[in-house]
């Protein structure tokens, strides 16, 4: 792996600990358990772009935006199906924090399509994708990182959860990752009072 790569990959680890962290403290739960929107939520939480740890099913997190809608520094911009969301990566040579949504969960079909699924993107480039998972992926565990094609990932996804929904990228104006910079966060459990 490149030095580059490696900033990537320890990135996308630094942001699973923190949401993992901040999970165990507020439900006492060590794992995300596959729940693809409460796993995307309290990663957003950590970036400091959303203050709401409840999040979508997976098949709510296209609609949940208004393009041009803003969260600090960020800002949603919407990217419809297949095409809308090649004409995202297409256009940028590495960009960060892109939710793509899919209709259905594995096993279900778009008739009955369950919660949906979710995956959140931490970085992308040169046709790479970053991303952890709610789940253990190919008996590797939960909130491993995975460098993919990004050709793979949709091909992978589209048969596992139909055709995506769409893509939410929340831009801060740069193309890259910022979680690295930012310290660890501390949450006090206000029921202990």
Known sequence: QTALENEYVLGAKALYDQALALYEEKTHCSSFYGNCGT???YQLYVLGITDDLRGHNGNQ???AYTPGETFGKFTAL??????G?????DSHESLSYVVISY???TGYTDENPGAGHAVFIYHAEDGLVYFTESYAMYGQEEGTVHLWELDRLLDTYQSWYGDPI???WFSDGTEQPSVSDQPPLHFSDDSAE
Do not use: M, N, R
């Open 85 to 89: 969301i090649h004409t995202l990566f």
């Open 78 to 83: 919407k990217y419809e199906g297949t095409q």
């Open 39 to 41: 796993f995307i939520s």
């Open 166 to 168: 769409g893509a939410v």
């Open 61 to 63: 997190w296209y609609d």
């Open 103 to 105: 209709p259905h969960q």
